[in-house]
């Protein structure tokens, strides 16, 4: 069974930095996909980024591209979501998610079978 617990979220001001950490357990070997989702209230939940067990990754929204980094420890344990120049619309509930029917990442939460319970990120002066 996966289990995945998100930490690092806070406030910050804009053009700050957080580093989220996701935490996985029960992962198979290969043939996996872990996904960043984030979700504004009133908004609906949206893909922000994904790492596969193949080293492959993918950033979806314009707005976070070269200001968001994705990346996973020696281990594969842990996927981190680096999010630099942060801005008030980054405010949300961010939370990762893991796919193991395979390895390839999707943009859609209903392709994801196991979620954490989230972590809060607020921007705001």
């Known amino acids: 069974q996966v289990q995945l617990v998100e930490s690092g979220g806070g406030l910050v001001q804009p053009g700050g930095s957080l580093r989220l950490s996701c935490a996985a357990s029960g992962l198979p070997s290969d043939g996996y996909a872990i996904g960043w989702f984030r979700q504004a209230p009133g908004k609906e939940r949206e893909g922000v980024s994904c790492?596969?067990?193949?080293?492959?990754?993918?950033y979806y929204p314009d707005s976070v591209k070269g200001r968001f980094t994705i990346s996973t420890d020696n281990a594969k344990t842990t996927v981190y979501l680096q999010m630099n120049n942060l801005k008030p619309e980054d405010t949300a509930t961010y939370y990762c998610?893991?796919?193991?029917?395979?390895?390839?990442?999707?943009?859609?939460?209903?392709?994801?079978?196991?979620w954490g319970q989230g972590t809060q990120v607020t921007v705001s002066s």
């Open positions: 790492i596969n067990s193949r080293g492959g990754f993918v």
């Open positions: 998610a893991a796919r193991t029917v395979n390895y390839f990442c999707y943009w859609s939460e209903n392709m994801y079978n196991s």
